[in-house]
């Protein structure tokens, strides 16, 4: 007979799921506090005398609760993606099973009185068994789902004992195999809930409504009976009578809620109520009548210091993060979350795909052989997942999906799942990834599909089934990314062409990124310096590196390039110039992209701008937008000032025009760019052209500059030394470049190393002297092919400027496209002060540049440097026209692009970039290092999904571009 951690029961003891709910007028008491804790290598080191309330726990040591103990030094956190970390033998698990002996004493409160009372466990990973005051309870499996016990009788007023035995591995582990910190602990709620006689057994809320009329049905179902008010409605009902009336309904961008409650003879609970309906019809997924984009991220829970516990301030920081960043959906991936994120997201205003505790992923590896969803065995268990959801956050507005799991193959125990669900609530419809036929679905869902892919599915046009039948639904059905665009280091890119499709083809609603949130553990190196772990920095034998690693928000929920790049994407107004608009000042068209809301909850601001400084601001009118609308408005004629030259640029914002839960009136939801006609610049001073010249100790002096006569090196520049610049291909690869090992291949960053682009070799060939110029010719090529980039440098010098012509003309049958072209150079740490016009604030790449706007920016360089979990390329900014840095006495370098140039600085070099596994890792020099890329690949998705789109390869082809050098306040 198999231990109870072993067996595939989902537990023992435990009573039937039922309504979550965060308040009500009965007593309960938070167990949350310091415990006492004993820690065991194996299930079966120590006996069961600790449950015994006499039982001497002196010796132990104490740990917090919610907590995990792998976080506290009692064992270590492991990360793999998909393999189980111990051998697959289901249901069996190894002798080596880290096991944790809890033990807390508490009292209860003074009047707490006698009667039934529950234990809730809100989180456990992976299998407890449980005792209170020596009687055993029984135990459970489930480590995302709350479980409760009956102790009212077993409670007295003081010195009660519970003790708890945790193990890491269960039978349930194989259900849990979901891309993320193996971290076992009790880590979420334990409460005590008295249950006075009358007290709501469950309840089920039920509030639709009719687009068509305007009217909302409330009837809620509850045991034992009791009433129903909403005063705002001016409702009083008996449970399960149902009532009509005109009310306003909940969407993603209007979440009205209405205050209720609920009384029976033995307790009150509050409700907030929100009315709305979800249907799959005509082919498209609609709520309220209205088809919706979602414009979502996948979330796992996770705190860089505590693991898998979130208190609530975090929970809240992750909203208000997510809507001020125009994200209106999120899929809990790949379990349900804390049930107060979900209020949360009811108030705020987010779509939710809710997702059931079960990924059974690493079979995959075993050709799904011994697949538990496909095991009749395993079917209570699945069952009993799917109850604990579904009765557990059955009443949440912002629910519009329910998950049956995720990467589990296919199997009856899927089909048994969504049966149940539906008959339990057939108000949501059904989601889940992994079967392609979608027999058990209401939408069709991908992971990772290309952009041509998912253009085919929006014309109803994929690849047929073989079952027609089959085939024929699930054309009818409409489609999600439930997971696209992944967040892994530098990225994702692609994510603008993705969300044309999602606008242009109304089958495509849209999707979830892979993911919010960087797992990075918070650790200190023994100079005390913060940096974050990832798999492999604990001494696991099997792990999946800095896959863990894949978020839009760093581990300390710092905002990544990345998630300032999707902001802009999807953002809910698009704001764009007019070709030939009649307005003094150009025309500019503000369509409203919202699916419920029109713009009266926006302000629109206009500013100008000539070459990077502000001339003038104000409101611009627009008029009211239904959803979908669009209107073009005149802009205003320019406020030019006399002597104004250069580039000119308007700037039209949306922002909030009052106060919100989650931001601030004057808050930036949307914004657009167009060009002014150009100011027309003063003819530049006549300069003649200098001519080189010998100078002492083997130098050549072109105008301000001073070069190496053997190797036309440029050494100085009105006296300031500096190194380079010359051609530079490589860049530290990007966890797209890297691409995923079981992705077909080659990826970019093993291409590129096979070449040898990491190791370029430069030749001088020659160094020639004209009247006017010098021109140096070099062979730059990696070793162990033919293959080559023939570089001429071309150097000519005019008042105190001098300029670099670059010709790049490749040699050899090149197999791929470059990381980079453009020049590298160095400079004196000094001149730590960047300045530059062109796109910014942030860094921006080929695909990844939606963000980037127009002006004149200013940071110091180490603020240019994006602290990617795992270094790699970061920082470029793009569409440079001019750059420079500077020291503290304003003094340094200026450098022109023609064409514009990308521009990157930094105080290391691109080698120690990619030979760096931790931010840790990179120690500022004696240099700053500058990359004037002429152009750089695209970043693509290639981490896991597509790669780089053909218009942003950066393709092997002669170029040829030009800088410009100055010095500043010599």
Known sequence: MLPYYEDRSPGSGVLPPRAWFAASDARRISLHGTWRFRFAATATEHDDSFTRPDFDDSRWQNLLVPGTWALKGHGAPAYTNTAYPFPVDPPRVPDENPTGDHRHVFDLPD????????????????????????QELGHFKGSRLPHEFEVGHLLRPRGNVLAVRVHQWSSGSYLEDQDQWWLPGIFRNVTVQRRPRGSVVDHFVHAGFDHVTGEGTLRVECAPAGRVTVPELGLDLATGESATISVRPWSSEEPHLYDGELVTPGERIPLRIGFRTVRVEDGLLKVNGRRILLRGVNRHEFHPRYGRTLGPEAMRRDLVLMKRHNINAVRTSHYPPHPAFLDLCDELGLWVIDECDLETHGFGQQGWRGNPVDDERWEPALLDRARRMVERDKNHPSIVLWSLGNECGTGRGLSAMAAWMRERDPSRPLHYEGDRSCADTDVYSRMYAGHAEVERIGRREEEPLTDPELDTRRRQLPFLLCEYGHAMGNGPGGLSEYQRLFERYERCQGGFVWEWIDHGLRQLTPDGEVFHAYGGDFGEELHDGNFVCDGLVFPDRVPSPGLVEFKKVIEPVRIEGVTGGAGPGGTVRITNLHDFAGLGHLEFRWSYEVAGEGRGCGWLEVPPLAPGESAEVELTAPPVEEGDTGEAWWTVRAVLAEDTPWADAGHEVAWGQLPAPALPAPAPPEHVRAAPRRGEGNVIVLGPGTFDAGTGALRYLDGVQLTGPRLEVWRAPTDNDEGAAWLPGPHPAAEWRRIGLHRMRHRVDAVETGPDTLVVRTRVAPAATDLALRTVYRWTAEGGLLRLEVAVDPEGDWPGPLPRLGVRMAVCESLGLAQWFGGGPGEGYPDTRAAARVGRWSMPVDALQTPYVRPQENGARPDVRWAELTGSNGAGLRIEGDPHFSFTARRWPVEE???????????????????????????????CGPGVLPQHRLEVAPARFTFGFSSLGQ
Request: proline share 4%; with cysteine.
């Open 913 to 943: 970039l990619t030979a760096a596994r931790h931010t840790t890792d990179l120690t500022p020099g004696d240099r700053i290092w500058l990359y004037l890329d002429h152009a750089q690949h695209g970043i693509g998705s290639g981490s």
């Open 111 to 134: 009047g707490w009185g006698e009667g039934p009372a529950v234990l809730h466990f809100g989180g456990v990973e992976s299998c407890a068994r449980v005792w209170l005051n020596g």
